[in-house]
């Protein structure tokens, strides 16, 4: 596991590294929006941008201000400096506003030779669900012929299952670390999950088997809270190692880029698979992007604690998150009204100078629920 979490922290890791000197096409995309699935179904890597913690900006903030999602920026910076070179084709997403700046600033000042853009809807209503299909198969139709590749539906039905074996996988791996003597900590479930969006599904799976048997007898040791970590794109190991380095246990998340995307799962009963696929990625979003979802997602995080036994909730969000600042504000509320202690963190993306601030209030509010632990 120790390689694979060191290969989670790289931009351009071993797999995809292989697979381009194989002549492989990679795309990028950045919200769950953007099914992995349509892409392997034309035998493209899908790559989920990130930015790993990355702390310079000055290049994106001469186009894209400071006043906007710092971890956007930091994408773009990356971006703009070539760190993402090796990439064939972006495809941008209207997760929200700063996202498409992003995007849209990296297509014109450093352009690839593929863009499509994917809209998903903010509504999950049976119109919103019949477009949100016609979108996907126009994104996955438009790469498959910009690259001169066959997407036939079996193929697609293959990827999907797939993927859903994975999440199965993953859904087994996060219950490993929820145990009463947990396996595994939060760092190195999100740094496994970061690592199933840069590589190849099946070299995915057969990793995330390996990593479940050699956790079987591992016990994480010397933890003083069990804890519920939800917000923003985080993609910094680091944040999350600074909360457990204190004591305090990330046993369940509801992240961007941790448990939203492999809890929910896909109705087998559902003969096309272009509607199985909206439907799933419709149906799953827990991103307050979606107007209609917050009951949802306050039950989500309510199950979680209940399940995980968890003493208390920790919500983050980048500065300048918009959404999930005020998502955040209303989540707190709601859950201290049933008694659960929350730790509401806004924090600058990579901002490391910012983590001995962070440090501190995450130990007193450790403190504070110590009766509890």
């Known amino acids: 596991m120790l390689d694979a979490l060191r290969q989670a922290r790289v931009i351009e890791n071993d797999y995809v590294k292989r697979w381009k000197a194989d002549g492989g096409v990679v795309v990028g995309y950045s919200c769950s929006f953007a099914p ?36 956007c920026r930091a994408c773009l910076q990356l971006g703009l400096e070539g760190a993402y070179d090796f990439l064939d084709g972006l495809v941008e997403t209207n997760g929200c506003d700063q996202l498409r700046g992003m995007f849209e600033n990296w297509q014109y000042a450093h352009p690839v030779a593929f863009f499509h853009y994917l809209k998903g809807p903010h509504i999950e209503t049976p119109e919103a669900l019949e477009y949100y299909t016609g979108e996907l198969r126009a994104c996955a139709l438009t790469t498959a012929a910009h690259f001169g590749r066959e997407l036939s539906e079996p193929a ?26 947990p396996a595994l900590t939060g760092a190195e479930m999100l740094g496994l999950i970061l690592l199933g969006s840069a590589m190849l599904a099946t070299e995915y799976e057969r990793l995330l088997t390996q990593v479940i048997a050699e956790s079987e007898t591992r016990t994480v040791p010397g933890f003083k809270a069990r804890l519920v970590l939800g917000g923003s794109a985080t993609d910094e190991t680091e944040f999350v190692e600074l909360i457990e380095d204190v004591g305090g246990l990330v046993v369940a998340d509801a992240l961007c880029f941790g448990a939203r995307a492999f ?8 003969a096309d698979p272009w509607r199985a696929l909206a439907d799933l990625y419709l149906r799953r979003s827990l991103c307050p992007r979606m107007f209609d979802g917050f009951a949802r997602r306050l039950e989500f995080i309510e199950r979680l604690v209940t399940e995980t036994r968890a003493h208390g909730v920790i919500l983050v969000h980048n500065k300048f998150c918009d959404i999930h600042g005020i998502d955040n504000t209303l989540l707190r509320k709601k859950l201290r009204e049933v008694g659960t202690p929350v730790l509401t963190l806004e924090k600058e993306y990579g901002g490391l ?9 995450v130990q007193a509010f450790l403190e504070h629920i110590g009766g509890r632990a």
Do not use: Y
């Open 353 to 361: 100078a910012d983590f001995g601030r962070l440090r501190t209030r």
């Open 36 to 71: 992995p699935e349509i892409f392997e179904a034309a035998g493209v890597l899908p790559f989920r941008i990130r930015a790993l913690g990355n702390s310079r900006t000055e290049l994106a903030d001469s186009r894209l201000s400071r006043f906007n999602c710092s971890f």
């Open 263 to 270: 809890l929910p799962e896909l109705d087998r009963a559902e």
């Open 156 to 181: 697609l039905w293959d990827a999907i299952h797939r993927q859903e074996r994975i999440r199965v996988l993953q859904r087994q791996l996060n219950g490993m670390r929820a145990k009463e003597n």
